[in-house]
C-alpha cells in the first residue's frame, strides 16, 4: 500500500465560541487531485490555513508521508514540503520584480545564497523552472504587467520550485476567464503526473469536472461526503455542500401583482446566453446560483456599476439604464452589497449615521442634519427589526455580525424602494437575526420588486415567492416556491443539463 | 471603574493639559496672562491654523494635502505681483489668489481622482511645481515697491491700504486696537469649516468616504466630487493665508512662509486628540493650533532659546499622536 502524502485525523479549530472544523478526517494521496467543496462559511479555507500552518490546530492529528507533521508557522510548512496558493494572487508574487527574481525569490531568501546576486545564473535556473512548468512568458517581463493567469502561474511556479510533496489551490481560478483556466488545468495535470497530492479547493462545477480525481464535500465546519467512485456523482457532491433539509419555516406564496421590473434578452457578458425575467409588485425572487453563475454581475448592472452587452431594462414600464450608483437610488433601485465589511459598514459612524447614510438629503434642512430627526428614524428601524443595542448612538462595531447586518439592511428600508437588491443579506449572520431580516423583508414587500440573491437553497427557500437559478451568466431555471423539486433545484445549480446539451452542439 | 477612567482620559486629557499650561505659565511668567498676550499667541497661529483647517478637510476625505505651504506662499507671491507690478486694485489681487488656490486645488483633485496618482505624491508634486512657479515670473527675487524690472522698469505699483488692512488691522476688544483682522478671519473660517464638517451632509458624507470609501460610494455617494472639494477647500484655505501673510509682511517676500506646512499638519495631527476624536475634526485642529502657540508663547517669554521651538512642537505632536492611536485602542467598547 503507498504512503499518502497527507492524513489528517480528527482535526478541531475554533474561534473563540465559533467551532469552525469539528474533527475533520482527509487522506490526499500522491499523484491525485482531491476537491474540497463547500459553501461560505464551511470551514474549507480554514482547514487548508490549519495544513499550511497559518492556523494551530486546536485537536486532532497530521501525518505528512507518514511521518507526524504539525507545522509552528507558514514558512514550516513549506520547509516540509507542504505549499499552498492563497485565493488572491498578489500575495503569491511581487509585483515589482520581473518574472526570473519571482521565480527565484525562494532561493534568495536563503541564507547559503551569496550576499551579491548573480544575474546570468538566476537568469538560466529561472528559465529552467518555466521550462519544466511549461510557462512561456519574457523572464525579463515585470510581474504587474502580465494577466492574471500568468501571474497564477508563476505564483504556482514558485511554490513548484521547492518540490513540494502537497501543493494547496485555494480557488485558484475565481479570477480567472475560462481560457486562463485551462492553461491551469494543464498546469495541475502535469504536476499530478509528477506525483504531487493537490488540494483543490473550489465550488466551480466547471472546474470540478475538469480536474477532480476525488471530491470531498464540506458542511458546517464537517464533511459531509467524499465522492470518490468513477464516475463521479457531481449532483450528490452539490447536494451534500449545500445541504437541502427543508427549514421548518412556513412562506406563504405571494405571486404579486403587477410587473415591476422587466428585463429582456439582457446579455450580461458578450458571450453570455440573454436573460428575460419580469419580477413584480410585493414578490420576492431570490437568484440562487454558485461562484461565477452571473448573479453578482446582474446585481451589478441592475445597481448602475457594471454595464450590460446589451438588453433592455424596464421599471413600472419605463426604460431603465443606471449610469452610476447615485443614478441607481435616485431612481429607487437600491441594493444591499455583499460582504458588508468592505462594502457597507462605515466603521467610525454610530448606528443611526451608518443607517441613515444614503437618504441623508431628506434628513437635513438645507445642508444641516436633523440630528434628532436621523435618531428617530434609526430608532423606528431598530426596534422594527429587532436589532441589540443600548442606543442609537452606539458605535457599529460595537454590534454583533447579525445586528450590523441588520442595521446595513436597514438602511434601506427606510425609504421605499421600487426595486430592491439584497445581496447575499444572510452573509456572517447567525439564524435567530437571519429569520428576523427574511420575516421583515417579507412583511415589508408590497409596493416593491424585491430581489436576494443567494448561494444557498436554504435560504432561498426561507425569503423567496419564486427562486431563479443562473448558470454561466444565463437563467437556467425557475421554481414556484411551494413542493419545490429539490433534485431538479440541485442539477439546475450544478449545471447537469448544461453540459448534457453541452457535449452535443 | 479603570475603564471609566481611561475614557475620562483620553477626552478631556489634552484640555486639561492645556488648561493646566496656561495656570503654569499665567504664574510663573509675568505678563502671559492677559489680553495682549493672548492677542498675541492668537495672530502667531491665526496663519497655520487656517491652513490647518484646509488640511482638515482632506484628512476627513482619507487624503492629505502637501501643497497648502508652497499654496500660501504662491498666493503671497502672486498678490504682491498683482498689485506692485501689474498694479491692479485689492479686490482683482484677492480674487486672483482665491481663484489660484480653487485651481490648485481642483487639480490636486484631479490628479488624484482621475489620474489615481496617490495623494501624497500628487500634492508633493504640486508643492515641488508651485515653489518654482512662483519665483519664474520675477527671477527668484522678492518683490516690493521699486524693484527694478527685466526691463529696466521700476516697478510703481504699491500694496493699497485696503489689503494691508486684511492683515494689520486690530479690533478694539477690552482694549483699543487688540483684535487683529487674521484673527477674527482664523475664527470666522474656523467656525465655518466645524460646522461645514460636524453638521452637514455633506461633511458627514466626507467622513463616511474617509472611513469606507467604498461602502459610501455604494450607498450613491458621489466621492469624487467630494474628494476634489475638499482639495479646493484646503486649496482656498491655503491662498487665504497666503493673503493674510502677504498683507501682514507688506512685500512680496521668496523666502517667507517656510515652517507653514509642517506647522499646520501638526496642528491638524494634534487636533485628533481632542476629546478623544480619534479622527480629522475642525475643533480639535483649532485647539491644536492654539496648543502649539500658547506652549511656545509661554516658553519665549520664560527665556527659552528660538532654537527650541521645532522641537518643542515635535515633542507635544508625538506625544498627542501617542494619546490618540495608543489610548484609543487600549479603550474596550468604542464608541462616542
Known sequence: ?505 | MNDRLLDFAIRYGFLILLFGMVVYFSIAAPGFFGPLSAAFVLQSVAITGILALGVTCTLVVGGFDLSIGAVATSALMLSAYSMVILEHPTIVAVFLCLAMGALVGLINGLLIVKFRVPDLLATLGMMFLLIGLQRIPTQGNSIATGMTLTDGTVAEGTFSAAFLWLGRHRFDLFIDRLLPMPVVIFIGIAVLIWLFLGFTRHGRLMYAIGSNERAAALVGTPVNRYKIAAYMISGVTASIGGILLAARLGRGDIASGNNLLLDSVAAALIGFAVLGAARPNAFGTAIGALFVGILLQGMTMMNAPYYTQDFVKGAVLVAALVFTFYLSSRRSGTGH
Open chain 1, 1 to 505: 500500500m503507498a504512503v499518502d502524502a497527507l492524513r489528517v485525523n480528527g482535526l478541531q479549530k475554533s474561534f473563540g465560541k465559533n467551532h469552525v472544523l469539528r474533527g475533520i478526517d482527509v487522506t490526499l494521496e500522491p499523484g491525485s487531485v482531491t476537491v474540497l467543496m463547500g459553501a461560505n462559511g464551511a470551514g474549507k479555507s480554514t482547514l487548508a490555513k490549519v495544513i499550511c500552518g497559518h492556523h494551530r490546530a486546536d485537536g486532532g492529528s497530521m501525518t505528512l508521508a507518514g511521518q507526524a507533521f504539525d507545522p509552528v508557522d507558514a514558512a514550516d510548512a513549506i520547509r516540509q514540503g507542504v505549499v499552498t496558493v492563497h485565493q488572491s494572487i498578489d500575495d503569491g508574487v511581487i509585483p515589482d520584480l520581473d518574472v526570473a527574481n519571482n521565480l527565484m525569490l525562494d532561493r534568495l531568501v536563503e541564507r547559503s545564497h551569496g550576499l551579491f546576486v548573480r544575474e546570468r545564473h538566476l537568469r538560466a535556473e529561472a528559465a529552467k523552472v518555466a521550462a519544466a512548468m511549461g510557462i512561456d512568458v519574457n523572464l525579463r517581463a515585470r510581474v504587474s504587467d502580465l494577466s492574471v493567469a500568468d501571474r497564477q502561474m508563476i505564483a504556482i511556479a514558485r511554490a513548484m520550485a521547492r518540490a513540494p510533496k502537497v501543493l494547496i489551490l485555494d480557488e485558484p481560478t475565481s479570477s480567472l476567464s475560462a481560457t486562463e483556466a485551462d492553461r491551469l488545468f494543464a498546469l495541475i495535470d502535469r504536476l499530478r503526473a509528477q506525483g504531487v497530492a493537490i488540494l483543490y479547493i473550489s465550488h466551480r462545477m466547471s472546474d470540478i469536472r475538469r480536474i477532480a480525481d476525488r471530491i470531498i464535500v464540506m458542511r458546517d465546519g464537517a464533511i459531509s461526503g467524499t465522492f470518490d467512485t468513477e464516475p463521479l456523482d457531481y449532483e450528490a457532491a452539490v447536494t451534500a455542500m449545500l445541504g437541502h433539509r427543508m427549514t421548518e419555516l412556513d412562506v406563504a406564496v405571494q405571486s404579486g401583482t403587477a410587473p415591476v421590473l422587466e428585463l429582456t434578452d439582457l446579455r450580461l457578458f458578450e458571450d453570455a446566453a440573454p436573460i428575460s425575467l419580469h419580477a413584480r409588485d410585493g414578490e420576492v425572487v431570490a437568484l440562487v446560483g454558485l461562484l461565477g453563475s452571473g448573479k453578482s454581475r446582474l446585481a451589478e448592472v441592475l445597481y448602475g456599476i457594471a454595464r450590460p452587452a446589451n438588453g433592455a431594462i424596464c421599471i413600472n414600464g419605463t426604460d431603465y439604464t443606471p449610469r452610476s450608483v447615485e443614478d441607481a437610488v435616485s431612481q429607487g433601485v437600491f441594493m444591499s452589497p455583499k460582504d458588508r465589511g468592505t462594502n457597507a459598514v462605515i466603521p467610525a459612524f454610530d448606528i443611526a449615521d451608518n443607517m441613515t447614510l444614503p437618504f441623508l438629503k431628506g434628513l437635513s434642512v438645507g445642508s444641516f442634519l436633523k440630528a434628532s430627526r436621523q435618531k428617530t428614524r434609526a430608532h423606528e428601524m431598530v426596534s422594527q427589526l429587532g436589532i441589540v443595542c443600548q442606543s442609537v448612538g452606539d458605535g457599529i462595531d460595537t454590534l454583533s455580525g447579525g445586528n450590523q447586518q441588520k442595521v446595513m439592511i436597514a438602511r434601506w428600508l427606510l425609504e421605499p424602494a421600487k426595486v430592491l437588491l439584497l445581496d447575499e443579506p444572510f452573509q456572517g449572520v447567525d439564524i435567530g437575526a437571519r429569520r428576523d431580516i427574511g420575516r421583515h423583508i417579507r412583511a415589508t414587500a408590497k409596493g416593491r420588486a424585491t430581489l436576494v440573491f443567494l448561494a444557498e437553497i436554504d435560504e432561498a427557500l426561507e425569503i423567496a415567492d419564486r427562486i431563479v437559478v443562473m448558470n454561466e451568466g444565463a437563467i437556467v431555471g425557475e421554481y414556484k416556491n411551494r413542493n419545490v423539486d429539490l433534485a431538479a433545484l440541485v442539477a439546475d445549480i450544478s449545471g447537469a443539463q448544461l453540459t448534457a446539451t453541452g457535449t452535443h452542439p
